[in-house]
């Protein structure tokens, strides 16, 4: 099928509060171009270099960061990123809010929790989370916004450890929700579900899905 059979299918199957990134690392600028003349408005990028290449082509969507981020990075793309999805220290939360300021911006961000299985995957686990939000010092981050939480499933073809591991997801943004953003109601953002398991993450309550090969195709 073409990109806009696939998106089509894909739109029909997922709720319309539902967001999807498309994943388009490694994808050209023409298949991006192919994918946006079918609606498709939000991409989503692993690599700093790749993702400012194709910025300067096709500056006109909403770009994400979804992959790991060095702080030395974040330079490079604070001054167009509509959001960063894989925030994983206060480190790096607190270089994103000093270059969001050199550019006037104030920058989305989620918070990447670590829910997997392996060990090689990045992000927080719920205390480190937690000890983050306490932290003194992110009251005085002016230019970053924390709009949720993401996380990346075990790969594996039990769908119960996945479905296990998005529902502990839920139920932890459920509870940072309540204890800290309370008043905040920007804070309504959880990405998870990729290409594999998209449907199972929106059963448990995603509002974002980042899906690649469902819309390009596999090479």
């Known amino acids: 099928m073409s990109i806009a059979q696939n998106i089509n299918k894909l739109r029909s199957q997922i709720p319309s509060n539902v967001r999807v990134v498309a994943v388009s690392k490694t994808k050209t ?17 692993s690599k700093v270099q790749e993702l400012t290449a194709k910025q300067k082509q096709i500056p006109e969507v909403e770009w994400h960061l979804i992959g790991h981020l060095q702080t030395n990075k974040v330079k490079y793309i604070a001054p167009f990123i509509n959001m960063i999805q894989s925030v994983d220290s206060l480190r790096l939360l607190e270089e994103i809010n000093y270059q969001a300021g050199k550019n006037n911006r104030v920058i989305d961000c989620l918070l990447q929790i670590h829910i997997a299985r392996e060990e090689t995957k990045y992000g927080l686990n719920e205390q480190e989370a937690i000890e983050l939000l306490n932290s003194d010092n992110l009251q005085k981050l002016t230019n970053i916004r924390i709009r949720g939480l993401m996380g990346i499933a075990t790969f594996t073809d039990d769908i119960e450890t996945i479905r296990y591991e998005f529902r502990g997801l839920f139920n932890f943004f459920q509870r940072l929700r309540n204890d800290y953003f309370q008043n905040d109601p920007s804070f309504n953002e959880l990405s998870m579900g990729m290409s594999d398991d998209y449907l199972i993450a929106i059963d448990e309550g995603a509002t974002i899905v980042r899906v690649g090969s469902i819309i390009f195709g596999t090479r």
């Open 29 to 45: 600028v023409a298949e991006i171009r192919e994918t946006m003349s079918a609606g498709q408005i939000c991409f989503g990028e």
